[in-house]
């Protein structure tokens, strides 16, 4: 089975969304989908947290970007989580790093997250997959 493995390093919505809609879609097109959330990123995971912003490269697609997410012609990124989990084949990671670094425990991130790992673990993981992206 093909494999994609991806590492997100950002909370922004536009720099969350892309890298998660290929995770969704390779999961759904049944390939094994590996997602690790490290640095800011992470914080896209925690219970509360609205991915509503946009990085400041990109603050003139704002308006469009949040009405695309807002009106559903773009899922959300817990939409997104909670389809591609559907699957089986997509697996979610907190950086246990950065969990210490920002003072985050296991319940402070929300349901869909599969496991607390570091990065040598993950790294580990993703050495044998047909792509890996790195995302911030």
């Known amino acids: 089975m093909p494999k994609i493995s991806i590492i997100i390093a950002s ?7 892309p890298p998660m809609t290929l995770a969704v879609t390779a999961a759904v097109s049944g390939w094994e ?3 690790f959330f490290t640095f800011w990123g992470l914080l896209a995971l925690k219970k509360g947290h609205n991915v509503g912003e946009v990085s400041s490269d990109y603050k003139a697609y704002e308006r469009a970007l949040k009405n695309a997410v807002n009106s559903g012609s773009i899922p959300n990124l817990l ?6 989990k559907s699957t089986g084949r997509m697996r979610i990671y ?3 790093t950065t ?19 570091g990065a ?6 993703a050495k044998n997959s047909d792509i890996t992206l790195y995302i911030s």
């Open 99 to 117: 969990m210490e670094l920002l003072g985050m425990r296991r319940g402070d991130l929300i349901d869909y997250v599969d496991d607390v790992v």
């Open 33 to 35: 989908s590996e997602v």
């Open 79 to 84: 939409d997104l989580l909670k389809y591609g």
């Open 120 to 125: 040598a673990f993950f790294l580990n993981n």
């Open 11 to 17: 909370e922004k919505l536009d720099k969350v969304l």
């Open 94 to 96: 907190a950086c246990s």
